[in-house]
């Protein structure tokens, strides 16, 4: 039988937490799940991860609107009601955080049904956004990566731009395997066995002075993907979306992940493939230090934006 490794048993709330519910602002520790819910038989959710980053400027979310306009075409897709305000729901996040006495910040809205056994949609859902501290930035810590014997979803079985509860069953075997295996993270295939993304965030690799990455598709739209595209015309880094190969992966000269949660992070091997290039030197390295000032306001936003 396998070993299974699990991780994380942090404290994500205490008895002070407050999150907020369908316009008003509770206590976590008071809260209940109805078990006849739809989003939990059937991982029918959608949800997003977003960064509160404690800057100059005070505390700032990044990039909101591109998460909550997200999560309203993700529920879009999956048939999920979203009669919801998204400035309004910006809003409530910062008075969230405030009320939590959080600065870095992760935060979690979840929009998901109630009572409904059948698989119909449901004809109302309801918001929840949670929040819980995330430490500061991680910087050259370098990922050992395992090829996963999973692939993505399916983009004919499911809409793969939704950020679905249901879509991390997929992430969480992967991540169990690759554990299993030893490695830090998974690297998944898409259904064509190209390179897809990671279970939680999305890939770039440098070869020869230029950055690729898997066009959409099969894959998340990251967020931090769009940022980081970007970030590559501000620097004049040349960025090619297209299908890559294990064996290109294997060949590259140096490859990061991206991700609201992971930010920048570079990858030392991917199986027993130890990629050639400095981390410190490559143009993942330069986009770390790009991203971190640019999350951090620390450089005139306007021209990166
Ligand atoms: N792919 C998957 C499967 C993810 O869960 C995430 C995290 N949301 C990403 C990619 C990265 O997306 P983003 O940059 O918007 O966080």
Redesign the pocket.
């Known amino acids: 039988m396998n070993i299974i490794h699990t991780w994380n048993h942090m404290q994500y709330y205490d008895s002070n937490t407050v999150l907020y519910l369908n316009g008003q602002f509770i206590k976590s520790a008071e809260t209940k799940t109805d078990l006849y819910g739809q989003s939990l038989h059937y991982g029918y959710a959608v949800f997003e ?1 977003i960064r509160a980053y404690n800057t100059h400027n005070g505390t700032r979310i990044f990039k909101a609107k591109e998460h909550f306009d997200r999560l309203q075409r993700s529920a879009e897709l999956m048939h999920i009601p979203f009669p919801y305000d998204k400035d309004d729901l910006i809003r409530q996040t910062y008075k969230l955080l405030k009320k939590n006495n959080l600065k870095d910040a992760y935060i979690r809205p979840l929009v998901y049904c109630g009572q409904n056994m059948s698989l119909s949609p449901s004809a109302a859902s309801s918001i929840m956004i949670c929040a819980w501290e995330w430490g500061a930035y991680l910087g050259n810590k370098l990922v050992r990566v395992g090829m996963s014997s999973y692939q993505r979803p399916n983009p004919k079985s499911t809409h793969v731009e939704a ?1 679905a509860s249901g879509h991390y069953v997929n ?1 969480i075997l992967a991540t169990a395997e690759a554990k299993n295996n030893g490695y830090d993270e998974a690297l998944l295939l898409d259904m064509h066995n190209n390179i897809a ?1 990671a ?4 890939i770039f690799i440098e070869k020869s002075g230029k950055l690729y990455t898997p066009p959409l598709g099969s ?2 739209a ?4 769009a940022t980081v595209i970007k970030l590559c015309k501000t620097l004049d880094i040349e960025c090619v979306e297209k299908n890559l190969t294990v064996e290109e992966l294997k060949d590259a000269d140096s490859a990061f992940f ?3 949660a992971a930010e920048i992070i570079g990858i030392e091997s991917v199986d027993d493939t130890v990629f050639p290039a400095v981390w410190t030197e490559t143009l993942g390295a330069t986009i770390q230090r790009t991203y971190k000032a640019l999350v951090l306001e620390k450089q005139n936003y306007e021209v990166i934006i």
């Open positions: 991860g950020k992430s993304e279970p939680g965030a999305n894959i998340l990251g967020i931090t993907r991206c991700g609201t």
